[in-house]
């Protein structure tokens, strides 16, 4: 039970650490700095870096969860207040950390990292799934298609934020 909270604890100091930092700052010496420990000791609790890549990011998306579930209808919504509500979120200053985070997964997934792309394809299936449970659809079918719809939107939207076109995302709404 002690190793399972001491592993709870250097996942969320890594997670501090990779939010403000990004996964460039990402190599074992400066995770292990941030965890308070020896690059040995982040071994001890995970098998190798890209375990405790894909343990941090895991637990960077769980924040995430939680902070959409803390700020978003309690009742299913139409695709379009869904969207708008997320967006408006999603690019709150308080939250572009994790997009930030998300758009490095993406690119190093592009550039073929199996670790990413692994991470990457596990976490946005989650959120996809937790976008389905939010929308209000007439049909299982349609839900599944109104949240890839949704992704997609997002994603596209935090692309162009990204490269500074607000204004393109803001039209869109």
Do not use: N
Request: proline share 4%; glycine share 4%.
């Amino acid at each position: 039970m002690k190793s399972d909270d001491r592993r709870a604890a250097i996942l969320d100091r890594l997670a501090d650490h990779v939010l403000a930092h990004g996964l460039s700052a990402a190599s074992l010496r400066p995770l292990a700095k941030a965890a308070q420990t020896s690059d040995r000791m982040l071994l001890y609790y995970f098998k190798d870096k890209a375990e405790i890549i894909a343990a941090t990011l895991d637990q960077v998306s769980l924040r995430l969860v939680a902070l959409l579930e803390d700020q978003t209808a309690k009742t299913p919504l139409p695709l379009a207040d869904l969207r708008t509500q997320l967006l408006t979120l999603l690019f709150a200053e308080r939250l572009w950390p994790y997009m930030r985070i998300w758009l490095e997964v993406a690119a190093l997934a592009a550039r073929g990292d199996p670790v990413y792309r692994d991470v990457g394809e596990r976490i946005a299936r989650g959120f996809l799934a937790w976008g389905a449970a939010q929308l209000d659809s007439p049909t299982p079918d349609a839900r599944e298609a109104d949240a890839a719809r949704l992704m997609v939107t997002i994603e596209g939207m935090l692309l162009m934020r990204s490269v500074g076109l607000e204004d393109v995302c803001r039209k869109a709404l």
